[in-house]
């Protein structure tokens, strides 16, 4: 990851629900139809009681759980009884990470995904000391997905470095990753994050394990995959590396000998945050698609230009539209929002200007 991304990340996103409780215009600097920007990651819990301090213990990040008004996202997510609890942390050197809990409404509770299977979430951590974060989680009783239950050193977003895959109490797999000393040095430099208390002072970044990340989610076709991001949601993820079976690479996804995989790996347009796509073959794979309002849900919601354009774009490819009557939604005078999925059951939340000339 270069320099000048890792000192810019944590000013990518913004968290969606203060932007649009304040009514704040949502515009298309670029006169752009499709993505603009990152908002934040999606996160769906089971108990948002037990999944947060996991998240606290270990990886020291910050955040409290606080009641939403549910009117809203009853539409967003076409659960018209549901009630909501949030909670937003804050990645140092990245974006805003939202845990959910939805309640009053029927939920799937789901088998946890293989890590081969397609529509799977990873959120990759890049850590201060790793060995402190799997002290932490070993504590946590977090499952350990990396053979031998120890750190590998493998091929990882930064380059070769130790790590090691985990999963977080809703079985949502984290992949803690050794940051180098300039990526630990990059962040320290950003000033601090955080808005402002009921009293107006400030709230600093309390120390925190974590000095970046990446998200991530297994694919079921690279190339199916990149349509749809590229063509429909007009980003600009590269092109994939060639299928590969790095041994190192397979013990840190605890996969088997014959599996390969093959990567696109690339910044969210319009924001410095990025974004990882693995495909792997060679292991029985099979689809990982929930409701928003399910625990161990995953997504994210990303700013859009021209968003009436987007979702009519979307449903001419025949796309799947989530929120109710699969049509916008009137959040505020000025934002209009939908959910929508990707071809490998991502939700993804997709926030515009109600004017459509923005």
């Known amino acids: 990851m270069r320099m000048r991304n890792l000192t810019t990340l944590i000013l990518a996103a913004l968290f969606a629900a203060a932007i649009l409780a304040q009514g704040q215009q949502v515009q298309n600097p670029t006169n752009k139809t499709g993505v603009?920007?990152?908002?934040?990651?999606?996160?769906?819990?089971?108990?948002?009681?037990?999944?947060?301090?996991?998240?606290?213990?270990?990886?020291?990040?910050?955040?409290?759980?606080?009641?939403?008004d549910p009117k809203g996202p009853r539409i967003l997510t076409n659960s018209p009884t549901a009630t909501i609890?949030?909670?937003?942390?804050?990645?140092?050197?990245?974006?805003?990470?939202?845990?959910?809990?939805?309640?009053?409404?029927?939920?799937?509770?789901?088998?946890?995904?293989?890590?081969?299977?397609?529509?799977?979430?990873?959120?990759?951590?890049?850590?201060?000391?790793?060995?402190?974060?799997?002290?932490?989680?070993?504590?946590?009783?977090?499952?350990?997905?990396?053979?031998g239950g120890a750190p590998v050193t493998a091929p990882t977003p930064i380059g070769t470095a130790k790590a090691i895959i985990m999963r977080d109490p809703d079985g949502y797999f984290i992949e803690a990753i050794q940051a180098t000393p300039a990526l630990i040095a990059a962040t320290d430099a950003l000033?601090?994050?955080g808005g402002?208390?009921?009293?107006?002072?400030?709230?600093?970044?309390?120390?925190?394990?974590?000095?970046?990340?990446?998200?991530?989610?297994?694919?079921?076709?690279?190339?199916?995959?990149?349509?749809?991001?590229?063509?429909?949601?007009?980003?600009?993820?590269?092109?994939?590396?060639?299928?590969?079976?790095?041994?190192?690479?397979?013990?840190?996804?605890?996969?088997?000998?014959?599996?390969?995989?093959?990567?696109?790996?690339?910044?969210?347009?319009?924001?410095?945050?990025?974004?990882?796509?693995?495909?792997i073959k060679g292991v029985p794979r099979k689809a990982f698609d929930l409701r928003v309002t399910d625990p161990m849900a995953c997504g994210m919601a990303l700013r859009i230009g021209h968003i009436r354009d987007l979702l009519?774009?979307?449903?001419?490819?025949?796309?799947?539209?989530?929120?109710?009557?699969?049509a916008l939604v009137e959040w505020s005078d000025t934002v209009r929002n939908v959910f929508v999925k990707d071809p490998n059951g991502l939700n993804l939340e997709l926030v515009g200007a109600a004017d459509p000339n923005l």
């Open 312 to 326: 009519a774009k979307i449903k001419a490819s025949g796309g799947r539209v989530l929120s109710k009557d699969e």
């Open 85 to 147: 609890r949030v909670a937003m942390t804050n990645i140092p050197g990245a974006f805003n990470f939202e845990l959910t809990q939805f309640s009053d409404l029927e939920r799937q509770i789901a088998k946890q995904p293989d890590i081969q299977d397609f529509g799977a979430p990873m959120m990759k951590m890049l850590v201060r000391d790793l060995d402190a974060v799997v002290a932490n989680a070993k504590k946590a009783n977090a499952p350990i997905v990396t053979k």
């Open 196 to 279: 402002r208390g009921r009293q107006g002072n400030a709230t600093p970044r309390q120390p925190s394990q974590i000095v970046g990340a990446i998200m991530g989610v297994t694919v079921r076709d690279m190339d199916e995959t990149l349509k749809y991001w590229n063509g429909v949601l007009a980003m600009e993820m590269p092109q994939p590396t060639a299928f590969a079976n790095d041994q190192a690479m397979l013990d840190l996804m605890g996969l088997p000998k014959g599996a390969s995989y093959r990567i696109s790996s690339g910044v969210i347009s319009g924001s410095p945050a990025r974004l990882e796509f693995i495909e």
């Open 191 to 193: 000033p601090p994050a």
């Open 36 to 68: 603009i920007g990152l908002m934040h990651g999606i996160h769906s819990t089971n108990d948002i009681e037990k999944t947060l301090p996991f998240y606290q213990n270990v990886f020291a990040l910050n955040g409290q759980v606080q009641p939403f």
